[in-house]
Every structure is written in C-alpha cells, then in structure tokens.
T-cell receptor, first 112, second 112 residues
Framework: GAGVSQSPSNKVTEKGKDVELRCDPI?????LYWYRQSLGQGLEFLIY????????KSGLPSDRFSAERTGGSVSTLTIQRTQQEDSAVYLC??????????FGPGTRLLVL | DQQVKQNSPSLSVQEGRISILNCDYT??????FLWYKKYPAEGPTFLIS?????DKNEDGRFTVFLNKSAKHLSLHIVPSQPGDSAVYFC???????????FGKGTTLSVSS
C-alpha cells in the first residue's frame, strides 16, 4: 500500500509569511507525528496525534507553530510569520497504535 | 542536553566487512530503541528495533545489541554492501507511541 506522503516536497517563502505543510499518513494508522531536521542536526520532535486524544504539543518551538489533524487522517502543520531559523526539512511519520513509526519523504522549507 | 548521542559523525568500511555503529543514551526511562537509515532527499527508513527487555535482535544482515547497564546500543551490519551507504540514526522512546528522540546520525560509507 501507499506510504506516508507529504506536500509540497519543497517550499521557498519569504520571512514573515505563513506556510502550511501537509501530511497524509498510511491508511489505518492511528498515530501521526511531526518532526523537523535542521542542517547537521538529528530529527527534533514537534507534535504527536494519537486517535481522538489531545495532541502532545510539547515539542513545538514557539506559538508560531500549530498543527491539526482532521478526521483522524490528514494533518496540516502551520508556521506563522516564518523566520529564517525555521528553515529545515519537516518530516511526518505515522504508526499503528504506537508501533514502529514510518516516515514520509519530508518537506524542505527555505525561509529567505 | 542530548539524550541520544551518536559520537561518530562518519564511518568508512570496505565492502564485505562488518560495520558497527554506536549510540549512547542518558535517559534510563527509555525502553524502546530503533535504527533508521536515511538516503539524501528521502525520509528515514525503519531498519530494526529492540525492546529493553532484550539485549539482542537480529534481522538478516542487521543486528542490534543493547547494553542497558552501559546505556549503549550498537548496530552491526554484516557483510556491509555499497548500498548500505547512508546516514544512520539511532532513536529511543519511553513508551510505545511516544515521540522518538533521535541522535544526530552517523554517515556510513561502504566502498567496493
């Protein structure tokens, strides 16, 4: 079956603009995660959705970042008033009931 | 403060030899460990995992060893192949479904 998909694959924006990144998890997976990887760094956890429970937002770096998951499937990560330090690869992963996380290809965000 | 450390940024191995990638962690609450492989411009691909109740898990050419007393795990690849050349990330969690904490990765180069 299809894996995790993310769109857009690349995004270039100007500082101060808002951006939306989309993630389509593997069908049937109940958990969805957002991570980001800045240049030369490991993956950094941002937010986690599990079923209908309240999301774990403990990794969001500032209140400019938010995410929602509609209908228990597709998720959108929104970054408001983007800054240059937001430039990174944003990765989405999904899992079935908390088992192994499977990653999408990522969205490469560049803030000029 | 990094909870998961991969102290070797790079490793070079000849084809057919063993590759040993190392990972140290500081949080004694971690009970699940994973290794992911990442090619450029792709998302991380799950390789192998181990629960804290085990000290070894094997899958084909890949074996992961866990030493809880030393808070250390390692990934062995035998025999190494040129297609194994990639960035390898160690990750840990303290419960199924929780966010993964990643190391910064080790770049493995396997020469033929």
């Amino acid at each position: 079956g299809a894996g995790v998909s993310q769109s857009p694959s690349n995004k270039v924006t100007e500082k101060g603009k808002d951006v939306e990144l989309r993630c389509d998890p593997i069908s049937g997976h109940t958990a969805l995660y957002w991570y980001r990887q800045s240049l030369g760094q490991g993956l950094e956890f941002l937010i986690y959705f599990q079923g209908n429970s309240a999301p774990d937002k403990s990794g969001l770096p500032s209140d400019r970042f938010s995410a929602e998951r509609t209908g228990g499937s597709v998720s959108t990560l929104t970054i408001q008033r983007t800054q240059q330090e937001d430039s990174a690869v944003y990765l989405c992963a999904s899992s079935y009931r908390g088992e192994t996380q499977y990653f999408g290809p990522g969205t490469r965000l560049l803030v000029l | 403060d990094q909870q998961v450390k991969q102290n070797s940024p790079s490793l070079s191995v000849q084809e057919g030899r063993i590759s040993i990638l190392n990972c140290d962690y500081t949080n004694s609450m971690f009970d699940y460990f994973l290794w992911y492989k990442k090619y450029p411009a792709e998302g991380p691909t799950f390789l192998i995992s181990i629960s804290s109740i085990k000290d070894k898990n094997e899958d084909g050419r890949f074996t992961v060893f866990l030493n809880k007393s030393a808070k250390h795990l390692s990934l062995h690849i035998v025999p190494s192949q040129p297609g194994d050349s990639a960035v390898y990330f160690c990750a840990a969690s303290n419960g199924a479904g929780t966010a993964l904490i990643f190391g910064k990765g080790t770049t493995l180069s396997v020469s033929s």
